[in-house]
């Protein structure tokens, strides 16, 4: 569905993506990178389970939802790559970063 432009070159970066190395383009976008390597999906509803994958590719659906460097819920059409970057799928519903405060203070 996605290409690159014919003739373009750019820079590349290598960041994992659920535990694999890939390379993406510098100016790419997380979205685009797991695009350009061939993963369709980035998550999973918190509802039914179905894999779910980037949509609008601006920002407005939130389709695109991933954790990048341990930070769920981060928009992956909205994030730049970075050299060294670790992108996971996120599966299901994430906890809000208070609830996870809790949680480990409670243990």
Same mark, same amino acid.
């Given at each position: 569905m996605f290409r690159r432009m014919p003739g373009v070159r750019r820079e590349t970066v290598q960041l994992t993506i659920d535990g694999r190395t890939v390379a993406a383009c510098t100016g790419d976008t997380v979205a685009a990178a797991m695009f350009a390597n061939g993963l369709e999906t980035c998550r999973t509803s918190p509802v039914s389970g179905a894999a779910r994958a980037p949509y609008c590719m601006m920002g407005?659906?939130?389709?695109?939802?991933?954790?990048?460097? &341990?930070? &769920?819920?981060?928009? &992956?059409?909205?994030?730049?790559?970075?050299? &060294?970057?670790?992108?996971?799928?996120?599966?299901g519903a994430r906890a809000a970063t208070s609830e996870i405060a809790a949680?480990?203070?409670?243990?």
């Open positions: 407005v659906c939130f389709e695109c939802l991933v954790v990048i460097d &341990g930070v &769920g819920n981060r928009q &992956g059409c909205l994030v730049t790559v970075v050299d &060294g970057m670790r992108v996971e799928s996120q599966q949680d480990t203070t409670a243990a």
